[in-house]
Nanobody
């Protein structure tokens, strides 16, 4: 499987960004999906998840600001990020939830999000 995240950039606090992740494998449609982020010096962590049926879940720090969605026909995962904060600065990745679904080497290239204060 190939996972290609895009849409990151350098923004100011309070701005919005929309990330996209294209998934090459058709099993996208039968897997829960997640957005993960890795801050400098920290481990990669799940911040948002979208189930096969479209149900969403978020960590508290992004709840109400981030919105994840999926297009099963196009095999694309989205993350709408609003009211961005400097602490959202990280490299963002997409993968299945749980992340080991497609194996330990499934992580694709992430996209850098940098939020200036």
């Amino acid at each position: 499987v190939q996972l290609q995240a895009s849409g990151g950039g350098l923004v100011q606090a309070g701005d919005s960004l929309t990330l996209s992740c294209e998934v090459s494998d058709g099993s996208f449609r039968i897997n829960n999906m997640g957005w993960y982020r890795q801050r400098p010096g920290d481990q990669r962590k799940l911040v948002a998840a979208v189930s096969i049926g479209g149900s969403e879940s978020y960590v508290d720090s992004v709840k109400g600001r981030f919105f994840a969605s999926r297009d099963n026909a196009k095999k694309i995962l989205y993350l709408q990020m609003n009211n961005l904060k400097p602490e959202d600065t990280a490299v963002y990745y997409c993968n299945a939830d749980p992340y080991y679904t497609w194996g330990p080497h499934s992580w694709g290239r992430g996209t850098q999000v940098t939020v200036s204060s």
